[in-house]
């Protein structure tokens, strides 16, 4: 894999502190800290991919099948960093996003302006 040429070298500015606990997990597990950061962010891809992309599908397929639908949205200012509910897109603290309450059930979601508009078309 070493001399593998579609490899590219990623650079990232951390924090002292980030790069201690880094280092420090590293030696722990006898692994160079590049090592140890790519498979962090392998397994982090993967995981939460498989995660994100599941929730996604799960939410899409429970508005479109008609069984329940969003009753209303509330404009809210983020307080974290999140994922759009339902097209997964970061968005960011402190930028504008809506809470989604379903007509039948209890569940929340968090979209973007984007999937709000979006379902707000969809009318028969
Ligand atoms: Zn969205």
Known sequence: MDDNKNEKVVHTRVSKELYDKISSKAKKHRISTSN??????EDYLEIHGEVWDAIDKKLRSYIDSGEDSIVGYQSIT??????????GKPLKKGS??????FEKSTQKIIVCANCKDKEKVVEE
Do not use: E, T
């Not at 983020?78 to 097209?87: G, Y």
């Open 36 to 41: 140890l950061l790519r498979n962090l962010v």
């Open 78 to 87: 983020l307080n974290k960093d999140v994922h759009c509910s339902l097209c």
């Open 96 to 101: 504008q996003a809506f809470i989604g309450f």
